[in-house]
C-alpha cells in the first residue's frame, strides 16, 4: 500500500467529537483527515430526539445534528474516509495511522473513537441479538407496535429510550438491578409519570428464553432472592458503554474501565497524540462535551505541530 502524506492530522472517529475537531483543525488551516469503520455520526445517531443541546429549542434528532456537523466539516475541506483504522504508530514524531486501505503519515492524532453498547453476556443474548434483543430502539422500536417490551438498565439511556418505546409497544417494562433510577432527575419525573411504563427494581435479567424470537425472560430479584418470569416479544439493552480504545492499549494511559485520560488540553502522555469524546474519562457524555473535546484537541494539535514546525521539514 501507498504512503500517503498530505494531511497534518488525522481523526479517528466520525461522531460529534471527531467532526468538532475536524471542523476546528481544518478551519484551522490543517489538512485534516477523518477516519470513520461505518457511518459519520457513531452513537448519537440512533438518538431519535436531542432535547438539551443548545441552540435548538424544539427537539432535534442526532442525526439531523451529526449531518450538520459534517457538513460544516467538508466546507473546510476536511477529508472523511470510510475506513477502518487497523493500527497506529505513535512513538515517532510523525504518527503512522494505518487503514484497511491504505497508510498515512500525520504530524498528530486525535483519537475520537467513541464508546459502543455494553451486553449482559447472559444466555440467550446472543442466540437472540435481532430475534427480539436490541441495542437501538430509534432502529428496532417500530417492530414492537402493540406488543410488550423490557428495557434493561437505570441510566439516561434505558430511561430516554424507553419513553421513545411507548410510542409503539403498549407496555414497556424498565428492569433495574437497584431501587434507584442513575438517569437525571427530569427523566425519571416523566418515566414515573409515564403509564406504558412499569418500574421492576432490583431485578436482573438471568436468561433470555424463547423459541424463533424472543418470549421470556428468568429475572432475579436481588432483594426477595426469588426468580420468575416475564413473558415479553423484546428486550433493549441499555447498560452503559464501553470505550472502544484497543487502538491504543497500553501506550496511553487509561482510567479503570479503559477511558483514556487526558489533561485539560485532550493531550494523551504521548506528544501530538490527543483524544477527545466518549472514548476519554469525563464526568459526563454529551454531544456537547465531545464537541468542546474535539475542538480543544483540534486547537491543541494546532499549537503542536507550529510548535514543532522546523522538526518536520
Ligand atoms: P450509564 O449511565 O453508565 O448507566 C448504565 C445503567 O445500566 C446503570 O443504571 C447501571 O446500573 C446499569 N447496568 C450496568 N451494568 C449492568 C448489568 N450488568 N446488569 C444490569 N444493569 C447494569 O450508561 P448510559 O445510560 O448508556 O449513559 C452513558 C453516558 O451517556 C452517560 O454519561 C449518560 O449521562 C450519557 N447520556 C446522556 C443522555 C442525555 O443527556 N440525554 C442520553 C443518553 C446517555 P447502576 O445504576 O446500578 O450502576
Not at 433495574?176 to 433510577?181: E, I, K, S
Not at 501506550?251 to 477511558?259: A, G, I, K, L, Y
Request: aromatic share 8%.
Amino acid at each position: 500500500m501507498e504512503l500517503n502524506t498530505q494531511y497534518d492530522v488525522a481523526i479517528v472517529g466520525g461522531g460529534p467529537a471527531g467532526l468538532s475537531a475536524a471542523i476546528y483543525a481544518a478551519r484551522g488551516g490543517l489538512k485534516t483527515i477523518i477516519f470513520e469503520k461505518t457511518l459519520v455520526g457513531g452513537q448519537i445517531t440512533i438518538t431519535a430526539e436531542v432535547e438539551n443541546y443548545p441552540g435548538f429549542e424544539e427537539s432535534v434528532s442526532g442525526f439531523d445534528i451529526v449531518e450538520k456537523m459534517q457538513k460544516q466539516a467538508e466546507k473546510f475541506d476536511a477529508e472523511i474516509k470510510i475506513e477502518e483504522v487497523k493500527a497506529i504508530g505513535l512513538e515517532g514524531l510523525c504518527k503512522i495511522v494505518e487503514t484497511n486501505k491504505g497508510i498515512y503519515k500525520v504530524k498528530s492524532v486525535i483519537i475520537a473513537s467513541g464508546a459502543h453498547p455494553r451486553k449482559l453476556a447472559i444466555p440467550g443474548e446472543e442466540k437472540y441479538t435481532g430475534r427480539g434483543v436490541s441495542y437501538c430502539a430509534t432502529c428496532d422500536g417500530a417492530l414492537y407496535r402493540g406488543k410488550v417490551v423490557a428495557v434493561i438498565g437505570g441510566g439516561d439511556s434505558a430511561v430516554e429510550e424507553a419513553m421513545f418505546l411507548t410510542k409503539f409497544a403498549s407496555k414497556v417494562y424498565i428492569i433495574h438491578r437497584r431501587d434507584q433510577l442513575r438517569a437525571v432527575k427530569i427523566l425519571q419525573e416523566r418515566v414515573f409519570a409515564n403509564e406504558k411504563i412499569e418500574m421492576i427494581w432490583d431485578s436482573v435479567v438471568q436468561e433470555i428464553q424463547g423459541g424463533d424470537f424472543v418470549e421470556n425472560l428468568l429475572l432475579y430479584n436481588k432483594k426477595t432472592k426469588k426468580t420468575s418470569e416475564l413473558s415479553l416479544n423484546g428486550v433493549f439493552i441499555f447498560v452503559g458503554i464501553i470505550p472502544s480504545s484497543d487502538l491504543v492499549e497500553s501506550r496511553v494511559d487509561f482510567d479503570d474501565q479503559n477511558f483514556i485520560k487526558t489533561d485539560e488540553t485532550m493531550h494523551t502522555k504521548i506528544p501530538g497524540v490527543y483524544a477527545a469524546g466518549d472514548v476519554t474519562h469525563k464526568v459526563l457524555r454529551q454531544i456537547i462535551t465531545a464537541g468542546s473535546d474535539g475542538a480543544t484537541a483540534a486547537f491543541s494539535a494546532e499549537k503542536w505541530i507550529e510548535e514543532n514546525k522546523d522538526k518536520f521539514k
